[in-house]
T-cell receptor, first 111, second 115 residues
Framework: QQPVQSPQAVILREGEDAVINCSSS?????VHWYRQKHGEAPVFLMI?????EQKGHEKISASFNEKKQQSSLYLTASQLSYSGTYFC????????????FGTGTRLKVLA | DTGVSQDPRHKITKRGQNVTFRCDPI?????LYWYRQTLGQGPEFLTY????????KSRLLSDRFSAERPKGSFSTLEIQRTEQGDSAMYLC?????????????FGPGTRLTVT
């Protein structure tokens, strides 16, 4: 079943923060986060593995709550370049490398 | 440019025709994935390969779809007797097999329009 992301869409001003959530009805073994700009392919942001630590990349970080079957992506001090659609991808079974992508969150950062 | 290339970038075909897409992954990547994406939706898994072996195929894929990866290098995705519902962006992605290195690198996609 497809993970559900929230919010579906968000509009920010430059410098504001945002949180995007990814919730699954099934156990999560790993979570990938990708950003896709209009007309382009998805671009990898980070991986979170079961039992792993919270990841961080510049002003973008993420957490993985195995018990809640949920992952969250944190965007700090957003920049115009953060605009796009964010997808989480969850591994169906451990070690299968088969992923189901979430419903997506459209994020727009305004100057 | 992620290093994954796809050809063609756009394909317009008439219903009932066969089409074939090609994907060239990053050379050292042993895993290759095909996804389908429609407007506003996330990529939908179709199939994936480890080297030349096709390990899994989505149940959503009808018998009209077939994929190959001869010699574990490039891959082709063929759609036979295309239908209007096949219109979508077809994405290819590749990755390494090691657990901590398996982020997927996506190609630019092939946009298929069936008229």
């Amino acid at each position: 079943q497809q993970p559900v992301q929230s919010p579906q869409a968000v509009i920010l001003r430059e410098g504001e923060d945002a949180v995007i959530n990814c919730s699954s009805s099934k156990a999560l073994y790993s979570v990938h986060w990708y950003r896709q700009k209009h007309g382009e392919a998805p671009v990898f942001l980070m991986i979170l593995l079961k039992g792993g630590e919270q990841k961080g990349h510049e002003k973008i970080s993420a957490s993985f709550n195995e018990k809640k079957q949920q992952s969250s992506l944190y965007l700090t001090a957003s920049q115009l370049s953060y605009s796009g659609t964010y997808f989480c991808g969850t591994e169906v079974y451990p070690g299968t490398y088969k992923y189901i992508f979430g419903t997506g969150t459209r994020l727009k950062v305004l100057a | 440019d992620t290093g994954v290339s796809q050809d063609p970038r756009h394909k317009i075909t008439k219903r009932g025709q066969n089409v074939t897409f090609r994907c060239d992954p990053i050379s050292e990547h042993n895993r290759l994935y095909w996804y389908r994406q429609t407007l506003g939706q996330g990529p939908e898994f179709l199939t994936y390969f480890q080297n030349e072996a096709q390990l899994e195929k989505s149940r959503l894929l009808s018998d009209r779809f077939s994929a190959e990866r001869p010699k574990g290098s490039f891959s082709t995705l063929e759609i036979q007797r295309t239908e209007q519902g096949d219109s979508a962006m077809y994405l290819c992605a590749s990755s390494l097999g090691e657990r901590d290195k398996y982020e997927q690198y996506f190609g630019p996609g092939t946009r298929l329009t069936v008229t």
